[in-house]
């Protein structure tokens, strides 16, 4: 088998294209790999995809970054059977990697090329693709600011989503939604936020759906309800820690539902957020692709999935 680096050099602080070729030399490995290091945004999706036409044998792609990364890897393998990928988590963001204990299980490279393979869902979301979470409202204008303050001294980092949180307060507490889980409307009026998850983790600690199996074919759908500003903080830290779903103060507030898919008519202005990254479309429709995706899978990240049991107002 072929492994191929993806480095993506805006995500985090240090120079991994150096760190990494240590390790593969250090483990007299650097001969079965290749190394590609981005150049702007889509490079990885680009590169992956070319690559994946031109040679057509087995292949697996490495994610050095964060979920952008990530996401842009997935997208380039989807159509590629021959291909799988690995994660190693060395970004800023690294919210996929939770769904599997954090990031300390996949930072091991020689485990990482040495991994057995797992098949896990994604989702397409128009005519992008999602492996983590896709989201709409709030936390959609949370990742609008968040982008502003990525890079600030302070305030940027991993500090950058409590930026944007706190920016949203502000503006970003209603959002005007048709929403459509498998034909049923789950919502047409305001709401504060949805996700549709198919891992469990946002904006770096925040346990969005800790009901959600990226590999049963389904998406894991939570929409709230408007709230004031008070009722949002009372929301937030139970969200952080994975608990909304069945605090009683918040029965009336949240509709979660599973389906394979869903459809959203959000009008001119409407945004989405797949993965961490941001666009625009008036209608988006998301759909389950099962187990479409080959992941290599650490024995210590495959022990430490966390699951909640018994979903809710199924």
Not at 44 to 61: L, P
Not at 286 to 291: A, T
């Amino acid at each position: 088998m072929k492994h191929v680096f993806i480095i993506n050099p805006a995500s985090g602080t240090n120079d991994h294209e150096s760190e990494i070729r240590q390790i593969l030399a250090g483990c007299n490995r650097l001969s079965e790999c290749e190394i590609h290091v981005t150049t702007n945004e889509q490079d990885a999706t680009e590169f992956v995809d070319t690559w994946c036409r031109r040679h057509r044998e087995a292949v697996r792609f490495y994610a050095c970054g964060g979920d952008g990364t990530l996401n842009e890897v997935i997208s380039g393998i989807i159509n590629h059977p021959e291909a799988s990928v690995a994660c190693y988590p060395c970004g800023s963001g690294n919210d996929f990697v939770k769904y599997y204990g954090g990031k300390e299980n996949f930072m091991d490279i020689p485990s990482l090329m040495d991994a057995e393979e797992v098949t896990i869902d994604a989702m397409r979301v128009a005519d992008h693709y999602s492996v983590n979470v896709t989201n709409f409202g709030f936390d959609t204008k949370v990742c609008l600011a968040m982008a502003k303050y990525r890079h600030k001294p302070v305030i940027g980092g991993k500090h950058a989503y409590t930026a944007g949180i706190v920016n949203a307060f502000f503006k970003g507490m209603r959002t005007k939604v048709k929403v459509k889980a498998d034909g049923e409307m789950l919502r047409d009026d305001d709401i504060l936020l949805c996700t549709v998850a198919n891992a469990q983790y946002i904006g770096g600690a925040y346990r969005c759906a800790p009901y959600s199996s990226n590999d049963d074919g389904y998406l894991d759908i939570c929409l709230v309800k408007p709230v004031g500003r008070l009722g949002l903080l009372k929301l937030i830290k139970t969200y952080e820690r994975g608990e909304h779903l069945n605090d009683p103060r918040f029965k009336d507030l949240i509709v979660y539902r599973r389906a394979k898919k869903l459809h959203i008519e959000g009008g001119d202005d409407f945004a989405v957020t797949v993965d961490g990254e941001t666009f625009s479309a008036p209608t988006v429709d998301i759909e389950i692709l099962p187990k479409s995706i080959r992941l290599a899978l650490p024995e210590k990240a495959k022990n430490s999935v966390n699951i909640h049991e018994g979903r809710p107002n199924l």
